[in-house]
T-cell receptor
Framework: AQTVTQSQPEMSVQEAETVTLSCTYD???????LFWYKQPPSRQMILVIR??????QNATENRFSVNFQKAAKSFSLKISDSQLGDAAMYFC???????????FGQGTRLTINP | ETGVTQTPRHLVMGMTNKKSLKCEQH?????MYWYKQSAKKPLELMFV???????ENNSVPSRFSPECPNSSHLFLHLHTLQPEDSALYLC??????????????????FGPGTRLTVL
């Protein structure tokens, strides 16, 4: 069974600085997708970024980028120029190719210090 | 806003009550999902509906009964719940351009959730 592990329950960063959230996963599949979702206090789960496993290039979305290491089964999220609105729970998720089920990690609570 | 709405946002019910959660998606998607988010546990997929047909049930107790009358609406009927069922219930939807054949490109969009408390 696939599992997703986020080893950092909580992280904090100063506003305007950079922070990296860690995620590792376990799978025997070669084709899959990885996601980072953000859940602010409003509880709305919002997609931040996604990565296709067959792509070697790391995905980027404005201030958000990932470091995808397929061999190491690692998928970290880097947030540059952190803003107060980035404060939220961040969830890493995995989905096997051809499947609909998302497997989530336990989440990392990110605090932004002004 | 992600185009997925859920009502009510908060619900308190006794163990003998019957209530329903509602989800509506305005994105033209053809798949809908129910997830359960408990404290200190990862989100758990409960049910999947594709084109109104249930295609996945992850060993959910029968006291949770889903209903999908059309591709835009999803309900979760609750009866004789237990206190451990208290959680945030999230609805999601997704679209597959191939019409549900490959599910290779969909991204799931979530609603704001219903916070359920069972007394």
């Amino acid at each position: 069974a696939q599992t997703v592990t986020q080893s950092q329950p909580e992280m904090s960063v100063q506003e305007a600085e950079t922070v990296t959230l860690s995620c590792t996963y376990d799978t025997s599949e070669s084709d899959y997708y990885l996601f980072w979702y953000k859940q602010p206090p409003s509880r709305q789960m919002i997609l931040v970024i996604r990565q296709e496993a067959y792509k070697q290039q790391n995905a980027t979305e404005n201030r958000f980028s990932v470091n995808f290491q397929k061999a190491a089964k690692s998928f970290s999220l880097k947030i540059s120029d952190s803003q107060l609105g980035d404060a939220a729970m961040y969830f890493c998720a995995y989905r096997r190719q051809g499947a609909q089920k998302l497997v989530f990690g336990q989440g990392t609570r990110l605090t932004i210090n002004p | 806003e992600t185009g997925v709405t859920q009502t009510p946002r908060h619900l308190v019910m006794g163990m003998t009550n019957k209530k329903s959660l509602k989800c509506e998606q305005h994105l033209g998607h053809n798949a809908m999902y129910w997830y359960k988010q408990s404290a200190k546990k990862p989100l758990e997929l409960m049910f999947v509906y594709n084109f109104k047909e249930q295609t996945e049930n992850n060993s959910v107790p029968s006291r949770f009964s889903p209903e999908c009358p059309n591709s835009s609406h999803l309900f979760l009927h609750l009866h004789t719940l237990q206190p451990e069922d208290s959680a945030l219930y999230l609805c999601a939807s997704s679209q597959d351009p191939s019409g549900g054949i490959s599910w290779s490109t969909d991204t799931q969009y979530f609603g704001p959730g219903t916070r359920l408390t069972v007394l």
